[in-house]
């Protein structure tokens, strides 16, 4: 059974960056899309980004200036970077697995998920 | 960007009743809609990919249809672990870029 779990800073001070790292195990990191959701009560879900094939990225065009996804496949294990942070980045943060089903390129789904890490950026 | 909204906010419903959710979306997404179950403190769960694609494990009375712009969860008899939120999620053609609905509250009447 696959499982990802979340970790990093439960706080985050404006301006500064948030780092988060997904751990994973129970399956391989190969052919899969390693994602990185948020859901706050004022935006709801949203997609940040994903990484795959060994370090090819996808971004959400609203965060794509602040973000970067990457991918540790020895230690089984990705990371999300968010630059310059404001309150509005305030969420909780999941990592996820995205799923192509054969169409390769495209995820269909995230069919795996972490439980979440609720972030707060304030001073 | 594309948005999607799903009907109602809130469905009220007993045990044993049939349920269908809504989702549009702002333009055509072909068939390349998913749906997942949130439940309180958990993450989502994908339900169901494709438009009616159910993703492994998923139980039958939760089937998914429609293409283009609008999409309908159906779950044929509620059981009481289905009441929980439900969301829509689409994904362009290329590049992919995924965006969400902002959810349907199903609640035990």
């Known amino acids: 059974q696959v499982q990802l779990q979340e970790s990093g800073p439960g706080l985050v001070k404006p301006s500064e960056t948030l780092s988060l790292t997904c751990a994973v195990s129970g399956g391989s990191m190969s052919s899969y899309y390693w994602s990185w959701i948020r859901q706050s009560p004022g935006k709801g879900l949203e997609w940040i980004g994903y990484?795959?094939?060994?370090?090819?990225?996808n971004y959400n065009p609203s965060l794509k200036s602040r973000v970067t996804v990457s991918e540790d496949t020895s230690k089984s294990q990705f990371s999300l970077r968010l630059s310059s942070v404001t309150a509005a980045d305030t969420a909780v943060y999941y990592c996820?697995?995205?799923?192509?089903?054969?169409?390769?390129?495209?995820?269909?789904?995230?069919?795996?998920w972490g439980q979440g890490t609720l972030v707060t950026v304030s001073s | 960007e594309i948005v999607l909204t799903q009907s109602p906010a809130t469905l009220s419903l007993s045990p044993g009743e049939r349920a269908t959710l809504s989702c549009r979306a702002s333009e055509s997404v072909n068939f390349f809609l998913a749906w997942y179950q949130q439940k309180p403190g958990q993450a989502p769960r994908l339900l169901i990919y494709d438009a009616s694609n159910r993703a492994p494990g998923i139980p039958a009375r939760f089937s998914g249809s429609g293409s283009g712009t609008d999409f309908t969860l159906t779950i044929s008899s509620l059981e009481p672990e289905d009441f929980a939120v439900y969301f829509c999620?689409?994904?362009?053609?290329?590049?992919?870029?995924?965006?969400f609905g902002q959810g349907t509250k199903l609640e035990i009447k």
């Open positions: 996820a697995r995205g799923n192509d089903y054969g169409d390769y390129g495209r995820p269909r789904g995230f069919d795996y």
């Open positions: 990484v795959y094939n060994s370090g090819s990225t």
């Open positions: 999620q689409q994904r362009n053609n290329w590049p992919p870029r995924y965006t």
